[in-house]
């Protein structure tokens, strides 16, 4: 399915993504981040998609939750790197450090000069990066990352895909 906008995560969940198939579904970071995708209307009422898809950069589950850099790598070159090309593809969505640098590989760019930070916004010819803490239970029940806070990562990733080129450039503020 083409979509303007892609939220990519880290990995599947051990009872959501790994279990259903489906990324971001079936687990408490899947309950979380749908209803901030329902909030800003980008899922219908039967629960689509609506011009947003929604991948892992790692495309099994992890031990221990973390992949390793050789899975990460491989898995980029494999599959994110063309998830990337996808036609109408505008802005991209990364949740996690793991996962921004996971989109930085797939599209060749040196990690030091796009920074992970929650609100941070990278330009790559047509494509917005925008990164955003992981809507974890450790970061959205201790306050790490509020409903707010991710509403506006969300808001911004979606303003970029309105211009004919993107008007934000490597900042941090959210």
């Known amino acids: 399915m083409d979509a303007p906008l892609l939220i990519v995560g880290l ?3 051990k009872q959501g993504a790994n279990r259903t198939g489906v990324p971001f579904l079936g687990d408490p970071s ?3 981040l749908r209803a901030r995708l329902v909030a800003a209307a980008l899922i219908d009422e039967e629960g689509r998609l609506q011009g947003v898809r929604i991948t892992n950069a790692v495309k099994c589950l ?3 939750n973390r992949p390793t850099a050789a899975e990460i790598r491989t898995c980029t070159d494999a599959w994110l790197a063309r998830e990337l090309q996808a036609p109408g593809l505008r802005s ?3 949740l996690g450090g793991m996962a921004h640098r996971a989109v930085l590989m797939a599209l060749g760019l040196r990690q030091a000069d796009h920074r992970f930070a929650h609100g941070a916004c990278h330009t790559h010819g047509p494509l917005t990066l925008v990164s955003s803490f992981h809507p974890s239970p450790l970061n ?3 306050g790490r990352l509020s409903a707010a ?3 506006a990562v969300l808001q911004r990733s979606m303003a ?3 211009g004919p080129e993107p008007q934000l ?4 503020q959210a």
Not at 169 to 172: C, G, N
């Open 11 to 13: 990995a599947p969940g």
């Open 149 to 151: 806070q991710f509403d």
């Open 30 to 32: 899947s309950h979380w």
């Open 62 to 64: 992890p031990p221990g």
């Open 140 to 142: 959205t029940q201790t």
């Open 92 to 94: 991209v969505l990364s």
């Open 160 to 162: 970029a895909l309105d």
């Open 169 to 172: 450039t490597s900042s941090s």
